[in-house]
């Protein structure tokens, strides 16, 4: 399975964009770049999910290189509800895929 | 709107008692999961299932059964808790099979094994 590199945590100050950078050199024409996030004492919650293109919901805005050997997720404007751990993977396509496997995320802290 | 539901959200066993997670959804979702997390650490995968009937096993199913008779059930079962099965443990379900699907995780149980 193709591996992702994120870091393992990193600070952001409210009401301004956080860029979180997920590395996956190994990535194969058919994974799907996904993007999870865990508040604390939660289960974790869907964010957004890509192939090839750019992709824009209500939450974030994922944005994926040329060569899709990395992505950002785009949190536009910061608030402290987004303090969480951030899980990005690689979903294949092909064959019948059924385990998610989430890594140790980067942790994002929010500042007042 | 409920999605996925889990009880209990807390408990506490004894070593080598007996218990059951339970988990169902209210999706209509064929697949579901198991994942344990440990204090600090990612998600870890113990069982799934594609449909009703029909379960396997994921990364770290060693000392766990699942059932699957309906469609929104599936429920977790712990036969000799062991201090290393303390843990979160979460249900989740899709729609689909999840390349291009979102996963909907429910709340979680804490347990703790002493």
């Known amino acids: 399975d193709a591996k992702t590199t994120q870091p393992n945590s990193m600070e952001s100050n409210e009401e301004e964009p956080v860029h979180l950078p997920c590395n996956h050199s190994t990535i194969s024409g058919t994974d799907y770049i996904h993007w999870y996030r865990q508040l604390p004492s939660q289960g974790p919650e869907y964010v957004i999910h890509?192939?090839?293109s750019n992709v824009n919901n209500r939450m974030a805005s994922l944005a994926i290189a040329e060569d899709r050997k990395s992505s950002t997720l785009i949190l536009h404007r910061a608030t402290l509800r987004d303090a969480a751990v951030y899980y990005c993977i690689l979903l294949n396509s092909g064959g019948s895929n059924y385990k998610l496997t989430f890594g140790k995320g980067t942790l994002l802290t929010v500042n007042p | 709107n409920a999605g996925v539901t889990q009880t209990p959200k807390f408990r506490i066993l004894k070593i080598g008692q007996s218990m059951t997670l339970q988990c169902t959804q209210d999706m209509n979702h064929n697949y579901m999961y198991w994942y344990r997390q440990d204090p600090g650490m990612g998600l870890k995968l113990i069982y799934y299932?594609?449909?009703?009937?029909?379960?396997d096993k994921g990364e770290v199913p060693n000392g766990y059964n699942v059932s699957r008779s309906t469609t929104e059930d599936f429920p977790l079962r712990l036969e000799l808790a062991a201090p290393s099965q303390t843990s979160v443990y979460f249900c989740?379900?899709?729609?689909?099979?999840?390349?291009?699907?979102?996963?909907?995780f429910g709340s979680g149980t804490q347990l703790s094994v002493l």
């Open positions: 890509g192939l090839t």
């Open positions: 989740a379900s899709s729609g689909q099979v999840l390349a291009n699907e979102k996963l909907f």
């Open positions: 299932s594609v449909g009703a009937g029909i379960t």
